[in-house]
């Protein structure tokens, strides 16, 4: 086994191997480009998966809840407001700015029945389970 003589040089090139990554990457791959990421539980039941983000201060309209490949995908974006007119803040500690969540969704959920609800600042996404009578259908042969 060959010994590897590290240098200062070295680490260049792998943060310049990353930052080409980084460019090459389509846009919106990667959650470390949006401002913020809002928390999140999934909760799974006998019926289906329960994925439920806390998005206080954000309308149902700067939402997008998407079934993406293998993926859903919740994006949106909560707006600055600021609430003085001429003053300064002196402490700033909510985020603000685009945001995305992306969760791997499970074999034998049914994708075409994704539903959402946004009530007081909460979003819940129901993605349900696909039935054991609907996996397995007997065809007609005509």
Known sequence: MAKLQWSSWMALSEIRAEAEGMVLEPAGTKDAAYAWQPV?????????????????????EDVSVEARGRFLVVEGRRAFAKETEGGVYQVLERSYGPFCRRFA????????????????????????????ELLRRRIPIS
């Not at 034998?108 to 129901?126: H, N, P, Q, W, Y």
């Open 40 to 60: 999140a539980d999934v909760v799974e039941t006998a019926e289906d998966f329960r994925v439920v983000l806390e998005l206080p201060g954000v309308s149902r």
């Open 105 to 132: 969704l499970p074999k034998g959920v049914s994708r075409v029945e994704i539903a959402a609800v946004m009530k007081d600042g909460v979003l819940v996404v129901l993605v349900p389970k696909v039935r054991p």
